[in-house]
């Protein structure tokens, strides 16, 4: 069983920065890519970023380059998503992922989900 709780979502304005947490575990660490998807109203649940593991690698949609950056903390259960200059297109649930292949946390859909936090990027 792999256990994500995602935190830190909230109401920004444009051009602010938020950041996101999801808290796991260290085994899930260790066998696990580990990333984030996001789903806006009306719209399918789309890829964001992900890790490898043991962060041997890291991926990035093309709306996420330059703006998001995912990090770990050094217990290595947290994954990070830090978010700047954000858009009011960027508004939408934001999920953490975990995948035991790299094929399925970068294209989807992954074998595990964390329960979602809203992201509100307001004009």
């Known amino acids: 069983q792999v256990q994500l709780v995602e935190s830190g979502g909230g109401l920004v304005q444009a051009g602010g920065s938020l950041r996101l947490s999801c808290v796991t575990s260290?085994?899930?660490?260790?066998?696990?890519?580990m990333g984030w998807y996001r789903q806006a109203p009306g719209r399918e649940r789309e890829f964001v970023a992900a890790a490898g593991k043991n962060d041997v690698a890291t991926w990035y949609a093309e709306f996420a380059k330059g703006r998001f950056t995912l990090s770990r903390d050094d217990a290595k259960i947290t994954l990070f998503l830090q978010m700047n200059n954000l858009k009011p297109e960027d508004t939408a649930v934001y999920y953490c992922?975990?995948?035991?292949?790299?094929?399925?946390?970068?294209?989807?859909?992954?074998?595990?989900w964390g329960q979602g936090t809203q992201v509100t990027v307001s004009s």
């Open positions: 992922a975990a995948d035991q292949t790299e094929l399925r946390i970068r294209a989807g859909p992954p074998d595990w």
């Open positions: 260290e085994r899930t660490y260790s066998r696990y890519h």
